[in-house]
Every structure is written in C-alpha cells, then in structure tokens.
C-alpha cells in the first residue's frame, strides 16, 4: 500500500472515530435524561439540564457532517501528504476534546450536589 493510500485510510479513520464518538456521545446523554427521569418522576428534569441536553442533543448526530466533507474533499485530492492528513487529525482531535468535554460536564451537573440546577 503505498504512503498516499495509507494517509487516506488515516483521514477516513480519523473522521469514523469521530463519528463514533458523536454516536456514543448522544447515547450517553440519552441515557442521563432517562436516568434523570427515573430518579423522581414527580421532580422536573433541572432547568440548565434541559437546556443543555434537550437542545443541544439532536445536533450532536450531525458534529461529524463537516468533518466528513472535509475528509472527501482531501481522500478525494491527488498526492495527499502526510502533513496535511496530520493537520486534519489534530483538528479533529482539538473539536473532539471540546465537544466530549462539554458533553461530560453536561451529563455530571445535576448530580454534583454543589450545584442546585
């Protein structure tokens, strides 16, 4: 396989592994709403709780959307150097530690008990 194929493989894997974690990402807060839920049916879900989960949620299926245009756009481009596939993953990595770090403070606010929400 030559070095431009392997550098492709790397930018569509790099972009599949973001969307994953955008997957899993919107599993988990699913999975917090419900538990919150659960927990005291006749207590509402908190205020910034919902704020957060009820209307960032459904855009978090659709994070990867640009990133996957990027990746077509560069597998798609003649002599892909490996400079350029690393710039794409360092990027990819700034936004993915961005967008789990959001997510997981989110999905822990209603639970830490400094904090009435």
Request: contains cysteine; proline residues 6%.
């Amino acid at each position: 396989m030559s070095s431009s194929a392997q550098t492709k493989w790397f930018v569509l894997l790099v972009c599949l592994f973001y969307t994953l974690i955008c997957v899993f990402s919107w599993i988990m807060i699913t999975l917090v709403i419900e538990a919150l839920r659960r927990a005291d049916p006749n207590q509402p879900v908190p205020q910034l709780a919902q704020i957060r989960f009820f209307s960032f949620r459904p855009y978090i299926l659709g994070l990867p959307l640009p990133w996957m245009v990027l990746s077509a756009v560069l597998v798609r481009k003649e002599g892909l150097r490996v400079e350029t596939s690393l710039l794409f993953a360092a990027a990819v990595l700034v936004v993915t530690v961005i967008t789990v770090g959001i997510i997981v403070a989110v999905c822990f606010l209603p639970y830490v008990g400094l904090i009435n929400i």
